[in-house]
């Protein structure tokens, strides 16, 4: 079965940097779409930016757009999210999502709704101060 388990969370002080990691197991396919969430408390689940993993594609929420990178490590089924001069309202619980099926399109990019995503892992909390 499908299963994501991120890692990689922590306190860091604002302009700092971070890199979580979500190793990805139980797919039947090497291509499907990948998505980093954050959630802070009080405030609904946003997506950051997703990753098509058959040809790299990617594409980032405004608000994380020049700052966060998202890759993929096919030898290590590991996705990653770099996070380059972090802003405390940066801090949440971060989650990977995966969709077997691929990226669904809206607009110009990936969509990043949480409905485009059926696998979710446990988050991370990351924190910036």
């Known amino acids: 079965h499908v299963q994501l388990v991120e890692s990689g969370g922590g306190s860091v002080q604002a302009g700092g940097s971070l890199t979580l990691s979500c190793s990805a197991s139980g797919f039947t396919d090497s291509s499907f779409c990948v998505g980093w969430f954050r959630q802070a408390p009080g405030k609904e689940r946003e997506g950051v930016a997703a990753?098509?993993?058959?040809?790299?594609?990617?594409y980032y929420a405004e608000s994380v757009a020049g700052r966060f990178t998202i890759s993929q490590d096919n030898a290590k089924n590991t996705l990653y999210l770099q996070m380059n001069s972090l802003k405390p309202e940066d801090t949440a619980m971060y989650y990977c999502?995966?969709?077997?099926?691929?990226?669904?399109?809206?607009?110009?990019?990936?969509?990043?709704?949480?409905?485009?995503?059926?696998?979710w892992g446990q988050g991370t909390q990351v924190t910036v101060s």
């Open positions: 990753l098509w993993t058959g040809g790299g594609n990617t």
């Open positions: 999502a995966a969709n077997p099926l691929g990226c669904t399109y809206c607009g110009d990019g990936y969509c990043l709704g949480s409905a485009n995503f059926g696998y």
